[in-house]
């Protein structure tokens, strides 16, 4: 089977949009450009939850080249890349943690001894440190679903997701789970009592990327690994777009008939959320099959999101580390305040101030795919 590029442009798509919904330049956003405070859904809800469906057909694209078997050299790979991607997204809570730390303590100076004391001042850097986030839960998702691919057949693949599904259901309505209090949420409660406060997400009642979420999480890669494996079964193009086309829209039908009883919500990554996002991922990734793949009308538009689909990890990596040395330094700040006194609508500067931070990512982009440098995380 022939590459898709109809998938490496929907991953594109994905990993330029995470970007720039990260990233708006001042106070003012507009409200596509913002997650869900709790229940309900907006287009910014649909970033991570495609990235995660892409990342359940990749990982079905990746291990047919071992026909799914376990073995020594694969565990190594599977286990390698998911420590790799964990601590990756450790190290980018500490970096953020640090500078701030050294921003409020007014010890931030580019200078060789403080920033030895960053690394060495463990009670800030280590004590404090958040477990969980995007990369992290990227990376147990990987690792769950690699490992079930090459131990357990295929058949069960849809009995699995039901059942994650359900399980999460009864711990949702048995737990207080939709509870916008921390203190009766079973999500937040499980991971206060396992890793402690100081070591999760403060800025919501429970943390987005917490523990017990992730069970859904996993199941939402199980979709995406499989249909990868009936895409992969699929003797021509047609049947691969009417697949997804059609799984797309039972799936997103499912999730609306869910809605009224378990809404969609990001935060504790309810099963609606995951059918009606999934839905959706499955109907673009069918309708860019369709153009690109079947009918042919790949050409020029492509190329920019190509830029972000052959490096999507490491770009986005870049992209949180940026953000984070630019908020401290207060580049951020000064480049808002100059494209502010432009752009008199306070959401337009910041909106633009994300797609100028973007477009710097697409140029990083740019030159590693001239250079034929693909960047695996």
């Known amino acids: 089977m022939k590459r898709l590029l109809s998938l490496d442009v929907l991953r594109g798509l994905t990993v330029a949009l995470m970007i720039l919904v990260n990233n708006g ?20 809800d649909l970033v991570f939850p495609f990235f995660l469906f892409i990342m359940g057909i990749s990982t079905a694209l990746s291990l047919r080249k071992s026909n799914y078997q376990f073995t020594p050299a694969v565990a190594r790979k599977i286990f390698k890349r998911a420590t790799l991607l964990f601590l990756i997204g450790l190290f980018i809570n500490w970096f953020d943690l640090t500078l701030s730390h050294l921003l409020e303590e007014g010890h931030f100076q ?82 206060l009592q396992l890793f402690g406060y100081n070591h999760l997400y403060h800025k919501s009642p429970v943390d987005p990327e917490g523990l017990l979420s992730t069970l859904p999480a996993i199941a939402h890669t199980l979709i995406g690994f499989l249909l990868g494996r009936q895409m992969l079964q699929a003797t021509d193009t047609p049947r691969k777009v009417r697949l997804f086309l059609m799984a797309g829209l039972l799936m997103a039908v499912l999730g609306l008939a869910l809605s009224p009883v378990l809404p969609p919500n990001k935060r504790i990554w309810s099963p609606s959320y995951v059918l009606l996002t999934c839905g959706l991922a499955a109907l673009l990734q069918g309708g860019l099959m369709f153009i690109i793949d079947q009918k042919q009308h790949g050409g020029a538009w492509t190329k920019p999101l190509l830029y972000f689909g052959c490096n999507p990890l490491f770009l986005y990596v870049a992209s949180e580390l940026l953000a984070i040395l630019f908020g401290t330094t207060n580049i951020k700040e000064q480049a808002y305040n100059a494209i502010a006194s432009l752009i008199a609508n306070p959401y337009n500067a910041s909106l633009t101030y994300a797609l100028l931070f973007t477009l710097l990512h697409a140029l990083m982009g740019y030159l590693l795919y001239r250079k034929r440098i693909f960047i695996k995380l």
């Open 110 to 191: 580019f200078s060789i001894f403080n920033f030895q004391f960053s690394i060495f001042n463990f009670q800030f850097s280590i004590f404090n440190l958040r477990i969980f986030g995007v990369m992290q839960r990227i990376a147990l998702c990987y690792l769950a679903v690699a490992l079930f691919a090459v131990l357990v057949p295929h058949r069960y693949t849809l009995p699995t997701i039901v059942g994650l599904l359900l399980l999460y259901t009864a711990i949702l309505l048995l737990g207080n789970g939709y509870a916008y209090d921390a203190t009766t949420n079973i999500l937040a409660q499980t991971d």
């Open 25 to 44: 330049g001042g106070p003012h956003t507009y409200a596509a450009l913002q997650h869900s405070r709790w229940n309900g859904l907006t287009p910014c």
